[in-house]
């Protein structure tokens, strides 16, 4: 249960669709302007909020991952996003959305920050710096948003799921094998990609048979996965 404290290359731009934009000192501006008092803790599968409650606050992940979710009305789920620290979520409250349109909730042991609706406005007005980091935020989620939708109108899904797996490793750098965390399941990964998870379970075993990836406790993603969003084949 939730805790609650109180306290470009082209190759790249192909894979998240543009350079994100620094996010270091939200954290300390949101708590230098009082918004970031209400902080929760969870672990993974908890929810922060569901789908259909009223959206009233603005949520800052200080630490962990957050996956957003959205259930149609004859029970099909799929993943819009998986958030990591840094991110913001629930911002269409300040744009009168009076409901959330998804439900979070954490993959990994997260931490939240809760700030509600007329506390972000006052802040974002007297905070200038928090303000143009916010919009940074919200314009590099608008063109990573138009990069998902490209990528499921055009893309197989292979190239699909080396594009999320990439994304979760952070695109390490010079060959490193970076591990993916949090530790994610290959239905969740069917939901963010698209297909069935038989397709994940083919396409993961195939990227390990070739070393693009290793899997055994714990996922490890090599920059090589590159090749098949580059060529579109691995």
Same mark, same amino acid.
């Given at each position: 249960m939730p805790s609650k404290t109180t306290s470009k290359s082209p190759k790249r731009a192909e894979i998240d669709g543009g350079a994100k934009p620094?996010?270091?000192?939200?954290? +300390?501006?949101?708590?230098? @302007?009082?918004? +970031?008092?209400?902080? &929760?803790?969870?672990? /993974?599968?908890?929810?922060v909020f569901k789908q259909g409650d009223p959206a009233d606050a603005v949520f800052y992940i200080q630490q962990g991952k957050i996956q957003l979710t959205v259930v149609s009305e004859h029970g099909r789920e799929g993943v819009i996003a998986m958030l990591g620290r840094g991110d913001f979520l629930g911002e269409g409250c300040l744009a009168g959305q009076p409901l959330h349109m998804a439900s979070a909730f954490a993959m990994a042991d997260s931490s &939240?920050?809760?700030?509600?609706?007329?506390? $972000?406005?006052? #802040?974002?007005?007297?905070? /200038?710096?928090?303000?143009?980091?916010? $919009? @940074? *935020?919200?314009?590099?989620? %608008?063109?990573?948003? =138009?990069?998902?939708? &490209? !990528?499921q109108l055009f893309n197989s899904s292979e190239r699909?799921?080396?594009? #999320?797996?990439?994304?979760?490793a %952070?695109?390490?750098? !010079?060959?490193? $094998? =970076?591990? #993916?965390? /949090?530790?994610?399941?290959?239905? +969740?990964? +069917?939901?963010? &990609?698209?297909?069935?998870?038989?397709?994940? %379970? *083919? *396409? $993961? %075993?195939k990227f390990r048979k070739l070393g693009l990836i290793e899997y055994n406790g714990e996922l490890k993603v090599h920059t090589s996965l590159l090749n098949v969003i580059v060529h579109d084949q691995a």
């Amino acid at each position: 249960m939730p805790s609650k404290t109180t306290s470009k290359s082209p190759k790249r731009a192909e894979i998240d669709g543009g350079a994100k934009p620094k996010r270091l000192g939200a954290r +300390a501006l949101l708590a230098s @302007a009082g918004a +970031a008092r209400s902080t &929760v803790k969870y672990r /993974p599968k908890d929810r922060v909020f569901k789908q259909g409650d009223p959206a009233d606050a603005v949520f800052y992940i200080q630490q962990g991952k957050i996956q957003l979710t959205v259930v149609s009305e004859h029970g099909r789920e799929g993943v819009i996003a998986m958030l990591g620290r840094g991110d913001f979520l629930g911002e269409g409250c300040l744009a009168g959305q009076p409901l959330h349109m998804a439900s979070a909730f954490a993959m990994a042991d997260s931490s &939240v920050s809760r700030i509600d609706k007329a506390t $972000m406005v006052r #802040v974002l007005r007297e905070q /200038p710096a928090l303000s143009e980091l916010f $919009m @940074a *935020f919200l314009l590099s989620r %608008n063109i990573q948003t =138009e990069a998902d939708l &490209v !990528d499921q109108l055009f893309n197989s899904s292979e190239r699909r799921l080396a594009r #999320v797996l990439l994304l979760l490793a %952070n695109f390490g750098k !010079d060959g490193k $094998m =970076e591990r #993916v965390l /949090p530790k994610i399941s290959q239905d +969740a990964l +069917a939901a963010r &990609v698209g297909t069935t998870r038989s397709r994940i %379970n *083919f *396409f $993961m %075993n195939k990227f390990r048979k070739l070393g693009l990836i290793e899997y055994n406790g714990e996922l490890k993603v090599h920059t090589s996965l590159l090749n098949v969003i580059v060529h579109d084949q691995a």
